[in-house]
């Protein structure tokens, strides 16, 4: 069974930084592109980051660019999202999710986690 | 950015009815669009993808049509299970996209 779990969330001041982890099971994690999807309260769903299967290439939306890295370990089969220079339009649900092509990105998410919350408030 | 535009926003329907959601993208974006299901305390759930690719599991009561700029997510035979949000996103160029979501209510 595919499971994703997110971790690393919780209370932020603007200006700080944080770090989310994915710790993914159920299916060989390095063959697959992986990604964070992000929700705002009441809001809907935005893609944030994507990481191709060996870490190697790395995509991101440009509001978020320059201050949030994706990176991958595949020998602990952990996605990561670092935060830098949080801003209160961070404020979100972060999900790791797994993308629906095999080794190649497809670019659709066949697996989410259930989320972490990211509240960025002084 | 490719801006997907999402119908309607909040749908109301009893069990056993059909409905459509609708999903117009700003410019082509081929077959790739992706539809997902979101309910509180679970996982999001891939739908459909390719346009009209069922993901495996999902019942054949959901079905994905379309190309180009307009899609549709149709649902036959509602079961109550099936209320809840519901996104699309096209998958076919950065930064992936997704519509602003369709709220499926119990009439």
């Known amino acids: 069974e595919v499971q994703l779990v997110e971790s690393g969330g919780g209370l932020v001041q603007p200006g700080r930084s944080l770090k989310l982890s994915c710790a993914a099971s159920?299916?060989?994690?390095?063959?697959?592109?992986m990604a964070w999807v992000r929700q705002a309260p009441t809001k809907g769903l935005e893609w944030v980051a994507s990481?191709?299967?060996?870490?190697?290439?790395?995509y991101y939306r440009d509001s978020v660019k320059g201050r949030f890295t994706i990176s991958r370990d595949n020998a602990k089969n952990t996605l990561y999202l670092q935060i830098d220079s949080l801003r209160s339009e961070d404020t979100a649900t972060y999900y790791c999710?797994?993308?629906?092509?095999?080794?190649?990105?497809?670019?659709?998410?066949?697996?989410w986690g259930q989320g972490v919350m990211v509240t960025v408030s002084s | 950015d490719v801006q997907m535009t999402q119908s309607p926003y909040n749908l109301a329907a009893s069990p056993g009815e059909s409905v459509s959601i609708n999903c117009k993208a700003s410019?082509?974006?081929?077959?790739?669009l992706a539809w997902y299901q979101q309910k509180p305390g679970k996982a999001n759930k891939l739908l459909i993808y390719d346009g009209s690719t069922l993901q495996s599991g999902i019942p054949s009561r959901f079905s994905g049509s379309g190309s180009g700029t307009d899609f549709t997510l149709t649902i036959r035979s509602l079961e109550p299970e099936d209320f809840g949000l519901y996104y699309c996103q096209q998958h076919n160029e950065y930064p992936f996209t997704f519509g602003s979501g369709t709220k499926l209510e119990i009439k």
């Open positions: 990481i191709s299967t060996g870490g190697g290439n790395t």
């Open positions: 999710a797994k993308d629906g092509g095999y080794y190649d990105g497809f670019y659709y998410f066949d697996y």
């Open positions: 159920g299916f060989t994690y390095s063959n697959y592109v």
């Open positions: 410019k082509s974006i081929s077959k790739y």
